[in-house]
């Protein structure tokens, strides 16, 4: 539970207000955020500055595909059962 607070709080930032505010369950957010687990930060290796240059700029990209994510799925999380958004989800 702890590992999802987490999660929320960093990286799914509407899901858990939507949470908070009780529009969402917790097994919604869970679902929401275990599905969003395929979009990583892309590991990059080396110390000079274009690998470092590189590192950030993929680091935003997965930032934003989460949130573009995110968005896609807060549409149907509102209207679906849990056990009907997991499949939505992935």
Do not use: W
């Not at 274009?50 to 994510?69: G, P």
């Not at 999380?77 to 958004?85: C, D, G, H, I, V």
Request: net charge positive; aromatic share 4%.
């Amino acid at each position: 539970m702890l590992g999802l607070a987490v999660f929320l709080a960093d990286v799914y930032r509407d899901t858990a207000v939507l949470t908070r505010a009780g529009k969402l369950s917790l097994q919604h957010a869970q679902i929401i955020t275990d599905a969003g687990m395929v979009i990583t930060n892309v590991t990059v290796t080396g110390v000079d500055e274009a690998t470092i240059a590189r590192s950030i700029e993929l680091d935003r990209l997965a930032e934003q595909r989460r949130h573009a994510y995110e968005q896609a799925v807060l549409v149907y999380a509102r209207e679906l059962t849990p056990n009907r958004l997991r499949p939505v989800a992935k």
